[in-house]
């Protein structure tokens, strides 16, 4: 009696990945197409990004000597390597760029521009988990900004402006604080497909 609840269970449960994977291939289509990319590209630039998450390159090490101790040992200093990911940071700035080569530029550094100000403010440094922001803050702004200044490239104002003001506001100008607070390494981007970068001109995108 209770064999075909259990099998449906266990259907349903195999069933998930592949409706999620659709349902985000569905999304990462339309946002390919208002970047101005065929829709072909989408599964390209999805594997690109989830591959992408597990690669950081480095860019500089940094070591922390706590204050007062001169004394301490080379090997007991924090060492901190700043990298940047590639899925979650490194793509999602060149797409960024990208739609500065298609015109709109002044739209596009304006709409960067405010969201770096509100990013930045928003922005709180939580120790141990790095930077933490309210996921629709960015994008909001993005948007507002690409209705009033990117007329019909909105889309592509609210999402360069968006991951570019992200970078800039939440990431590097508070990136000398959290050197000091963490150890290891701080990967700008670091959380891949689901990191704030990519959110933020993911979301701008779509609501644009």
């Known amino acids: ?37 065929a829709p072909q590209l989408a599964v390209l630039l999805l594997v690109a990004i989830v591959i992408g998450s597990a690669i950081n390159i480095p860019l500089y090490q940094r070591e922390i000597q706590p204050a007062g101790m001169p004394w301490l040992m080379e090997s007991a200093r924090r060492r901190t390597l700043v990298a940047l990911n590639v899925g979650g940071g490194l793509i999602p700035i060149i797409l960024a760029i990208y739609q500065l080569t298609r015109g709109h530029i002044l739209a596009i550094l304006t709409t960067t521009a405010i969201v770096t100000l509100i990013s930045y403010f928003s922005a709180e ?22 209705w009033l200044l990117g007329a019909d490239a909105a889309p592509q104002v609210a999402f360069a402006g968006g991951i570019l003001g992200t970078l800039i506001g939440a990431d590097l100008l508070h990136l000398r604080e959290v050197e000091h607070l963490a150890s290891g390494i701080l990967s700008i981007g670091g959380a891949g497909v689901f990191d704030g970068i990519a959110l933020c001109g993911l979301f701008a995108l779509l609501l644009a």
Do not use: E, S, W, Y
Not at 24 to 31: K, N, P, R
């Open 125 to 146: 440094i939580v120790p141990g988990n790095g930077i933490r922001m309210n996921a629709m803050v960015a994008p909001l702004t993005a948007v507002i900004c690409a």
């Open 1 to 37: 009696m209770i064999v075909f609840p259990v099998l449906l269970f266990l259907f349903l449960v195999l069933l998930l990945p592949l409706v999620i994977t659709g349902f985000t291939l569905d999304i990462v289509q339309v946002a390919v197409v208002k970047l101005g990319f």
